[in-house]
């Protein structure tokens, strides 16, 4: 199973004690905080069988057969789930009469060729992360207004690049020219925002159009294009230099398993996200 230890390492509840029972075995000692990232073998009773924090196939296969020699079947009662009294909670709900939006990221240019395996894989990828709309953000768009809350959950958490692992989100001092307008069901904007002490930025030109029907959204795409530098906190390693950078909007229809996964964004203090003015 996949789970985002972000939020389990954290959980005041029977799951994230039960994993941190399991990950304490990593190094000999408890997991209160910190991160706890990797494969992990064990029962179901919870006893650590294997770990890795490699990410290769190969690593996975040799892991799982050595967990499997150590392995001995046994009755497990059943752990009782409990509340989570903590601000991490990984089973949080879109906003009811709200939208989810499927946000897509990629570096389209600018690594350097090499024949090191971590880097191809870094050079290909595409991130993936949800928008969340509000009820009143949904019947704006209906119609024809984007409201400011909307635009600034754009601009500050989704004009990110996590490409190569958790982007970091923006804040209000970072943007030095930032506009959102939608007209006639075309969205059209332009942003420039800039981390100068940190030295991360992002140029970006946006286009998108929004559909409507029966007094809801049926279309909501949106692209945003330009150069982007310094990566982020956790998404470290980018190409030298300013390099080219695209982020795709486009409305999510529960298809896929990860339209019910929380944005990055409402991590740790999801009002934070949701309640942008």
Same mark, same amino acid.
């Given at each position: 199973?996949?789970?985002?230890?972000?939020?389990?390492?954290?959980?005041?509840?029977?799951?994230?004690?039960?994993?941190?029972?399991?990950?304490?075995?990593?190094? +000999?000692?408890?997991?209160?905080? +910190?991160?706890?990232?990797?494969?992990?073998?064990?029962?179901?009773?919870?006893?650590?069988?294997?770990?890795?924090?490699?990410?290769?196939? &190969?690593?996975?296969?040799? /892991?799982?057969?050595? $967990?499997?020699?150590?392995?001995?079947?046994?009755?497990?009662?059943?752990?009782?789930?409990?509340?989570?009294?903590?601000?991490?909670?990984?089973?949080?709900?879109?906003?009811?009469?709200?939208?989810?939006?499927?946000?897509?990221?990629?570096?389209?240019? +600018?690594?350097?060729? &090499?024949? %090191?395996?971590?880097?191809?894989?870094?050079?290909?990828?595409?991130?993936?992360?949800?928008?969340?709309?509000?009820?009143?953000?949904?019947?704006?768009?209906?119609? #024809?207004?984007?409201?400011?809350?909307?635009?600034?959950?754009?601009?500050?958490?989704?004009?990110?690049?996590?490409?190569? #692992? &958790?982007?970091?989100?923006?804040?209000?001092?970072?943007?030095?020219?930032?506009?959102?307008?939608?007209? %006639?069901?075309?969205?059209?904007?332009?942003?420039?925002?800039?981390?100068?002490?940190?030295?991360? =930025?992002?140029?970006?030109?946006?286009?998108?159009?929004?559909? *409507?029907?029966?007094?809801?959204?049926?279309?909501?795409? /949106?692209? @945003?294009?330009?150069?982007?530098?310094?990566?982020?906190?956790?998404?470290?390693?980018?190409?030298?230099? !300013?390099?080219?950078? @695209? *982020?795709?909007?486009?409305? @999510?229809?529960?298809?896929?398993? @990860? %339209? !019910?996964?929380?944005?990055? $964004?409402?991590? =740790?203090?999801?009002?934070?996200?949701?309640?942008?003015?």
């Amino acid at each position: 199973m996949a789970i985002d230890q972000d939020y389990h390492r954290r959980q005041k509840d029977a799951e994230g004690t039960f994993y941190r029972e399991i990950v304490s075995n990593r190094r +000999g000692q408890t997991y209160e905080s +910190g991160n706890t990232q990797g494969l992990y073998v064990c029962t179901a009773s919870g006893e650590f069988l294997g770990y890795s924090n490699h990410r290769f196939p &190969t690593y996975a296969i040799r /892991l799982l057969k050595e $967990g499997l020699k150590k392995y001995k079947p046994a009755r497990v009662s059943p752990i009782r789930s409990t509340k989570n009294t903590g601000n991490w909670n990984p089973h949080l709900s879109p906003p009811k009469g709200g939208l989810v939006v499927r946000v897509n990221a990629k570096v389209l240019g +600018g690594f350097e060729q &090499t024949q %090191d395996l971590e880097r191809t894989i870094q050079r290909d990828s595409i991130s993936r992360d949800n928008l969340w709309t509000t009820k009143k953000e949904h019947e704006s768009l209906v119609k #024809g207004v984007m409201l400011e809350s909307l635009k600034n959950r754009i601009g500050k958490f989704h004009l990110v690049d996590g490409t190569r #692992g &958790t982007g970091s989100s923006w804040k209000d001092e970072d943007f030095k020219h930032y506009e959102l307008n939608l007209k %006639d069901g075309t969205i059209t904007g332009s942003v420039h925002v800039e981390n100068i002490s940190k030295g991360w =930025g992002h140029t970006a030109k946006l286009l998108g159009f929004v559909k *409507t029907k029966d007094g809801k959204v049926t279309q909501f795409d /949106l692209v @945003a294009k330009g150069l982007y530098w310094g990566g982020g906190r956790y998404s470290k390693n980018p190409p030298k230099g !300013k390099y080219p950078f @695209a *982020t795709s909007f486009t409305l @999510a229809d529960g298809t896929q398993l @990860a %339209d !019910k996964i929380p944005p990055e $964004g409402t991590k =740790g203090w999801p009002p934070q996200y949701i309640q942008l003015k």
